[in-house]
């Protein structure tokens, strides 16, 4: 049953929609229903193919560096208070900037290729994954810590066997929040300005009205970005074993 949970619910979501064009009588131009989308994804899928691929590039590649340099910046942070005291600023600020406003500024700098949409992911994604580990490497029980301590154990040593096992889980549930957000960043800048990519895709779909095939680039992009999700959840699950699943208790 639990393998059936996901076609299930895509299969609700599918009937919701037919339901709510059925009971509104909603034009076609505006919201289209699920048979003209499939016929326009089917029919267009060898020109949908590359687009695709190059906005999954961009997510992934913005989902690594923003993982690797958020897990930078909340061990400087950690292992550094002098160095937090400049870097925190630094993550509210660029938090505090609204996305939009960055991706024109973005694409002037690095220009309309892949590397304007990877720095946008890489923006989206920096904060929650330092916060969530900064935070779970904060929490870590001083008594493992006074233990290690009095066993003569090293800062190296402390670090690698006590403090970050301890935030693994708070890890998790930052990069759970980056995978869900990744999207974001790329779609963003390639609606600003790109020569390829979902985003320029349904951009330009849009402007010729054909909003079927705009709808059919959505559902590309919303499978690619679930698909994603999952399987980083997956993987989260075999490596902090030893949390609870699913929010149930012990």
Known sequence: MKHLRLPLLALGLITLWQLVV???????????????VARALVAHLPVLAPHLATTVIE??????????LGSAA???????????RWLLPVLVISQAI????LAPILVLWLGYGMA????????????????????????????????ARIMGASPAGVLRHIVLPSALPAFAAGLRVAAAVAPIGAVIGEWVGSS?????YMLHANARMQVDLMFAALTLLATASLTLYFCIDRLLDRLVFWQPKHGTLP
């Open 22 to 36: 059925l009971a509104t009588g909603v034009p076609p131009y505006i919201l289209p229903g699920p048979l003209p």
């Open 59 to 68: 997510i992934l590649l913005g989902l690594v560096l923003g993982t690797l």
């Open 74 to 84: 909340a061990l400087t942070m950690i292992l550094s208070p002098l160095l937090k």
């Open 98 to 101: 609204p996305v939009f406003a």
């Open 116 to 147: 304007s949409k990877v720095a946008m992911a890489v923006l989206i994604i920096f904060f929650p994954v330092t916060a969530s580990l900064y935070d779970g490497m904060r929490r870590t029980d001083h008594d493992l810590l006074d233990l």
């Open 196 to 200: 390829e990519g979902l985003g320029f």
